[in-house]
């Protein structure tokens, strides 16, 4: 039967918000955990600024499986715009779950899942993660997510150390355990 | 390498396994005294046929065993010392 | 041992194992999905963690070719390309086999045009099996690495000496990130010694290569020894696997892997990175009662049609999997099983399934709901109607 620990992640985000690096990241951290993990993108070009979607698979024991996941247990969603151009929701499985880069509003409406909000865009801002104009997101719906799916944010840290380096990992570090801490259910 | 036992497409090349100077309807004969030695023919035969030998009584020679007939050489000669006659 | 795991993608992998198999010379000319493999060995060469040399060239065409110079003047050489590019590469392709020079060349399996389209299917990959070329697929990322370096070794033994390409599917492995065992160097070392020829070429003792040959049946005799190399390198990829699952503990069977197979009547046949979900649809229909293995083409050339006999021997049916066709005919992989296990006696009624041509997603619920009607069929009726069935999802 198909693995039953298997948790199915999409990533949307926009090309160069680094949704791909988000799910490689993740696996990386999860592997610190014991999990074998998968990250893969959208299988196609990429454009800046386009909506984009990236996956991950996380399970005890080696996936293998490489067709694309078309029911997600979890979406991650980058940017609060995102909802109004493209069906973040689109194959959630029924009591999945959604975490959105918004302050606590969003757009999603009520259904057979829960919501997830932290306010990834402020905890880019106020740790300077801008990059030509566009805050750098990623790293804090990281954090976030790892809360969300119980992984210990100090391997999600030494994850984004490991993968960016010294200087830039360990601003985007911080940035990942506040998100960790700040994200919370929406009512 | 002794282990290897397959059949390779390889050779060592050789002169001449095929006389081409019997293919030839006209053959190049040099007249040295107009020769200026500029070695244009040399240059210019496609088949490399023409030696430069530098004796005393001609600065280059035709091979030809391998001389095709082709007449390049005779085109190219900027004095015209190099004509063209029919095989007997 | 000294185990260290990284999580690469699948290309990136392809780029480890051409620095841990020592590489000395690499050209290529990029082209989506491939040119990671060549970028990541650029970083290797320019940042000093391998010694090679890199040849910039303006087409595919060159880039084999250089290649193929490079290795028949004794050192280990290396490319890569896709779909168009392999494509433009054809005629080294032949030649390359024809002179019997080992090189190694990844193929990151994308659909052939028109239209563009840049995701897996084998077409491009499959065209090439008449070549003389040893063919393997890989179906994850840990596979790749270990096959590549393996490929060096088979393609450079006496008994095969003939140049060898190895697939992998376009982003499904070459751009996703899986866990990744990086063996020692030391133990990449002492399984692949360095490269042994048996002539060289240097100035002053000249060498022709491929030259007219003085007599045709010369030239069928080459073909023949050809063709008699490759049904000689099954003995070979078979060794090869075994030290390799001794020195790391990870063995692919091979030529072909069997799951499953033991008490099976059924049989699913496949090649690629497809292969993990076919792994998934037989437990699922094994958990629904039905009798199902699967058979894993790791090679398809030297195809192992004995091996295919020798398992499916007294099964009931099989269906292959081709993830290209041979358009107005079959599938490639259809085709050779069907003609080998007529020949070997082997009587299964076998149905081809032609999918994931162009890079339609094929999951294991795809899978077994094919394998599920044709079981159901096979009882039933006794004969498949639809042969070649085309599988739109």
Same mark, same amino acid.
């Given at each position: ?8 992640? *999409? ?50 024991? *080696? ?12 979406? =991650?969603? +980058?940017?609060?715009? @995102? ?21 606590? *509003?969003?757009?999603?409406?009520? /259904? ?28 804090? &719906? ?8 119980? +992984? ?9 150390? $490991? ?16 998100? %960790?801490? $700040? ?5 | ?15 001449? #396994? ?10 190049? =004969? ?22 430069? =030998? ?27 010392? #190099?004509? &063209?006659?029919? $095989?007997? | ?90 005629? &080294? ?13 990844? #193929? ?108 045709? *049946?010369?030239? &069928? ?8 190399? @490759? ?8 060794? !090869? ?10 063995? %692919? ?35 629904? /009662? ?43 992989? %259809? ?14 009624? !076998? ?35 639809? %042969?070649? $069935?085309?599988?739109?999802?």
């Amino acid at each position: 039967m198909i693995q039953k620990d298997l948790v199915e992640i *999409r990533f949307h985000g926009r090309g160069g918000q680094g949704a791909v690096t988000a799910a490689n990241i993740l696996v990386a951290a999860a592997w610190k955990s014991g999990l074998w993990g998968q990250a893969f993108p959208f299988f196609g070009a990429e454009r800046r600024g386009a909506p984009v979607v990236a996956f991950a698979r996380l399970s005890r024991r *080696r996936v293998r499986l490489h067709s694309m996941i078309r029911h997600p247990d979890v979406v =991650v969603v +980058l940017d609060p715009k @995102l909802p109004k151009l493209v069906n973040v929701l689109e194959g959630l499985k029924s009591g999945g779950k959604v975490v959105i880069n918004s302050a606590s *509003r969003h757009d999603l409406g009520k /259904g057979e899942y829960s919501v997830y909000c932290v306010d990834a865009t402020k905890i880019a801002l106020d740790l300077g993660l801008v990059l030509a104009g566009w805050p750098l997101v990623n790293t804090s &719906m990281l954090g976030a997510l790892a809360k969300v799916l119980n +992984l210990p944010i100090a391997d999600v840290k030494e994850a984004i150390v $490991e993968y960016m380096g010294k200087k830039k990992g360990e601003v985007n570090a911080r940035a990942a355990e506040r998100a %960790y801490v $700040e994200v919370s259910v929406s009512e | 390498m002794s282990e290897i036992s397959h059949i390779l497409p390889l050779s060592k090349p050789k002169e001449g #396994i095929s006389r081409t100077g019997t293919w030839r309807l006209k053959k190049p =004969v040099i007249d040295h005294s107009k020769c200026v030695k500029c070695m244009m023919c040399w240059l210019h035969c496609p088949e490399s046929t023409i030696d430069v =030998v530098e004796s005393s009584d001609k600065f280059v020679e035709v091979n030809y065993d391998f001389c095709k007939g082709c007449g390049v050489c005779a085109n190219v000669c900027p004095v015209k010392a #190099i004509s &063209m006659v029919p $095989e007997g | 041992m000294k185990l260290v795991v990284m999580h690469l993608t699948g290309n990136y992998a392809v780029a480890w194992a051409v620095k841990l198999s020592r590489v000395k010379v690499v050209s290529a000319y990029p082209i989506t999905p491939q040119t990671t493999i060549v970028e990541k060995i650029s970083e290797f060469v320019e940042s000093g963690m391998m010694d090679a040399k890199i040849v910039r060239v303006e087409s595919e065409h060159s880039a084999l070719a250089t290649v193929f110079g490079a290795a028949s003047s004794g050192v280990r050489a290396f490319t890569a390309t896709s779909s168009h590019g392999l494509m433009y590469m054809y005629e &080294m392709v032949w030649w390359s086999a024809g002179a019997r020079v080992p090189i190694v060349m990844a #193929i990151v399996t994308r659909t052939i045009g028109a239209p563009w389209n840049i995701w897996s299917d084998h077409s491009d990959f499959m065209s090439q099996r008449d070549t003389g070329w040893l063919m393997m697929f890989a179906e994850h990322n840990q596979e790749v690495l270990d096959s590549v370096i393996q490929l060096f070794r088979i393609s450079e033994d006496p008994r095969v000496y003939l140049p060898g390409m190895i697939a992998l599917d376009a982003f499904i492995l070459s751009h996703t990130t899986e866990p990744v065992d990086i063996p020692d160097q030391s133990l990449v070392d002492s399984f692949l010694p360095g490269r042994r020829q048996p002539y060289t070429f240097k100035s002053g003792d000249p060498i022709t290569m491929g030259n007219l040959p003085s007599n045709p *049946r010369d030239n &069928m005799r080459m073909r023949w020894d050809v063709h008699k190399s @490759l049904v000689a390198a099954k003995k070979v990829i078979t060794e !090869v696997d075994r030290e390799w699952s001794k020195l790391t503990g990870r063995s %692919y069977g091979g030529l072909i892997e069997c799951y499953m197979c033991s008490d099976a009547k059924y049989f699913i046949i496949g090649a690629g990175a497809w292969v993990g979900d076919m792994r998934e649809a037989v437990d699922m229909l094994r958990s629904e /009662g039905y009798e199902v293995g699967l058979i894993k083409l790791r090679f398809v050339r030297p195809f192992p049609a004995e091996e295919l006999a020798e398992v499916m021997r007294g099964g009931k049916g099989a269906i292959v999997f081709d993830r290209s066709v041979s358009a107005g005919s079959a599938g490639p992989l %259809y085709l050779d099983t069907v003609a080998h296990l007529g020949a070997l006696n082997v009587e299964v009624p !076998v149905k081809n399934v032609i999918a994931g041509i162009a890079g339609v997603d094929v999951t294991y619920n795809d899978i077994a709901s094919v394998v599920r009607s044709f079981i159901e069929e096979i009882e039933s009726k006794g004969v498949v109607s639809n %042969y070649v $069935e085309w599988y739109f999802r």
